[in-house]
């Protein structure tokens, strides 16, 4: 189902002031999956998108997008390259209508039109003339996303969509996300929420104290207690 390595991450290292943050983050996203970046409060996970992304320089180590090294590149050339962030605070525009946070997202040659992501987030058609800021959290989420995608991504990270939601909100925005990757891009996910990740992901990474502690397939780590237990602290349910 995977194919070949759409990014990568080669013992990035990234550093804020002088705190040793992201000490040698290695992983890998493959063409058609979703995978899981798993981890305790400030292990480093927002960190590691903000590396990947462009907006935290990696002091050293390799970024590589679909072949192309784009380590040190600005924030704004590695999102143009397709290479898309999803930020946790969602940065959608609270003073826009729907319609005008989506209008200023659209980019010509995405394959991504206004009428697929109305069908792909239909809430978000109902509330198309309701401002940012009339959202609720949810719909707020979808909204970022559907910006995203409009700008054509060819790899999408998500950082926590689904925090703070509640539970049938989440299961729609599951259900979106399976979608995209289906569609086509793969996602890069970070995710607090157990059942989210185990429900989507095709590989898991934990990062303990700005490293990868930890690396399996699905099936393994759904099977390992004792790795959930020891690297999240999540006793098995
Ligand atoms: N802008 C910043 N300046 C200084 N330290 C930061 C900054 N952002 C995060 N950190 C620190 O970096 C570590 C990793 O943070 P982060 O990547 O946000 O972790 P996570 O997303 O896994 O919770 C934490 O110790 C956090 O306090
Ligand atoms: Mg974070």
Redesign the pocket.
Known sequence: MSGPVALSLDAVHGY??K?H?LQGVSLEVRAGEIVCLL?R???????TLKAASGLLAPRAGRVRFHGTDLTGWPAHRIARAGLTLVPEDRGIFSLLSVEENLGIAERRGSPWSRKDIFAMFPRLEERRRNGGAQLSGGEQQMLSIARALLSGPKLLMLDEPVEGLAPVIVEEIVGQIRAIRDAGVPILLVEQNLAVCTGLADRHYI?ELGRVAYEAGNADFVADDAARDRYLGVKAA
């Not at 409060?41 to 960190?47: D, E, I, L, V, Y």
């Open positions: 804020y002031g705190s943050i981890g409060n400030g292990a480093g996970k927002t960190s990062l």
